[in-house]
């Protein structure tokens, strides 16, 4: 995607060939800010801090980081730690752990001095792949699109979505925008309901700030306003992301996405879930009681951060002094309030035999790892 008409990837690989580069979400929407990692610290850090986030964008880092982790010591015990450091950094998305096992298994019977070269192959594969992913997701749900474009002929289409699942949320496209970004390059009429989505707003300083680069009308929304908008009609569908979806199509996702949920299915909306492959985690069923939920530090929700009238970037609290703070960063969406999960391999209904049919590899992986951990 472009920024000042310049495209960009959200992760790469510097000029140098060695050093890799990322866009610093940290600083968005107020400063465009790039930023260096050269060791396997700088990759975890980043993920740590969410300079870089979003569940595939999160794995390509991984990726990344295990290649720096590489060039600073190829031993196998150097590997395990890098991966050990790097699993340690976010706990829910699953793109994260599939990285770095495809990482492992890319080097890990090669030869000490085979293992850089190998190690930086494989994650410039994983961001590659991402962005093919991303881009067939958009073409099938670019077909929602226009289903509804036939229905209502010249009338604007209106998208709401939760969080940031754009081009910054992965390698390039987006998920849930990569239909969005084609229906408005395609000419529909096509508008966003962005979800401010606190805390962090992610909604408000990153995808109106992609989609406002890109030129996609938007409108930016308290993260309680969803229901009000799908009650008087002015929601034509939900797309959302999602950081992992179980093998029987439990969805967890950014802390809110559940209620925007229960609000489209009490309305009629259709409500779907746009995702990579390697987000679904077929050695998990039940999303409730199985995925961990991050619980991120407290400054998150009595602290918000932005730009001054005079142009100064502030911090300030806004919750009363002594008052306690919970930061849930997610909840999960049990499959039956999902329209439909949108896959590079098409609109799947979030059942287990629609996923398994779909995928089969990824359920004979995960039987195999299964089988591994139980010796």
Known sequence: MKVDGRHYRSIWIAADGTTVEAIDQTHLPHRFVIFAMTGLADAARAIATMQVRGAPLIGA?????????????????????????????????????????????????????????????????????????????????????????????????????????????????????????????????????????????????????????????????????????????????AIVGTDRVTAQGDVCNKIGTYLKALAAFDNGVPFYVALPSPTIDFTVVDGLAEIPIEQRGPEEVATMTGRTADGRIETVTIVPEGSPVANYAFDVT??????????????????????????????????????????
């Open 61 to 237: 880092a991984a990726a990344y980081g295990m290649a720096l982790a590489l060039r600073e010591d190829a031993s196998d015990a150097a590997l395990e730690r890098a991966y050990a450091t790097l699993l340690a950094t976010r706990p829910t998305a699953i793109n994260l752990k599939w990285a770095l096992d495809e990482m492992v298994a890319a080097v890990r019977n090669r030869p000490r001095e085979a293992r850089v070269a190998a190690g930086y192959a494989r994650a410039r594969e994983i961001a590659d792949e991402d962005v093919t992913i991303n881009e067939a997701i958009g073409r099938n749900g670019l077909a929602l699109i226009e289903a509804i474009s036939r229905r209502k002929p010249g009338e604007r289409i209106n998208v709401l979505t939760h969080c940031n699942a754009g081009w910054l949320a992965t390698v390039d496209w987006g998920t849930a925008t990569s239909a969005i970004y084609m229906a408005h390059d395609k000419g529909l009429p096509v508008h966003v309901w962005v979800d401010e989505t606190r805390p962090r707003n992610q909604g408000a300083s990153l995808t109106a700030w992609e989609l406002g680069h890109h030129g996609v009308p938007h409108t930016v929304i308290p993260d309680n306003t969803g229901g009000h908008l799908m009650s008087h009609g002015l929601v034509d569908l």
């Open 334 to 375: 049990p499959a039956r309030l999902v329209t439909g999960l949108i896959t590079e391999r098409g609109v799947l209904a979030a059942t287990r035999p629609a996923l398994a049919a779909a995928f089969p590899e990824r359920v004979e992986s995960a039987k195999l790892a299964g089988r591994s951990a139980a010796g």
